[in-house]
């Protein structure tokens, strides 16, 4: 059974710092792809982030720059380091992850951790 259990969500001023944590199980972490997405008030939810097996990376445009994705394949966990936050990075942001190539319509999920950022 797939987990994925976010954490290090808070509230921070604009300009502030933080770094989103997700653990998973049940999956044999080294071969799949991990990713955050957000989703705001009212908003659909958005790629916010991606990191392949071998440590490529995608971003949004609007956290290019700003956002930085990892992993530990180690302690199949990854990170997304958050930096010069703005109120319109607030959103509940989610962890996922497939096996590579498949469709988004099969990942797995987390339940969420907010993120609000104040200015």
């Known amino acids: 059974q797939v987990q994925l259990a976010e954490s290090g969500g808070d509230l921070v001023q604009a300009g502030g710092s933080l770094r989103l944590s997700c653990a998973a199980s049940?999956?044999?972490?080294?071969?799949?792809?991990m990713g955050w997405y957000r989703q705001a008030p009212g908003k659909q939810r958005e790629l916010v982030a991606h990191?392949?097996?071998?440590?490529?990376?995608d971003y949004a445009e609007s956290v290019k720059g700003r956002f930085t994705i990892s992993r530990d394949n180690a302690k199949n966990t990854v990170y997304l380091q958050m930096n010069s936050l703005k109120p319109e990075d607030t959103a509940v942001y989610y962890c996922?992850?497939?096996?590579?190539?498949?469709?988004?319509?099969?990942?797995?999920w987390g339940p969420g951790t907010q993120v609000t950022v104040s200015s």
């Open positions: 996922y992850t497939r096996t590579v190539l498949a469709p988004m319509r099969d990942a797995k």
């Open positions: 049940g999956i044999i972490f080294r071969l799949n792809d």
């Open positions: 990191i392949t097996p071998g440590g490529s990376t």
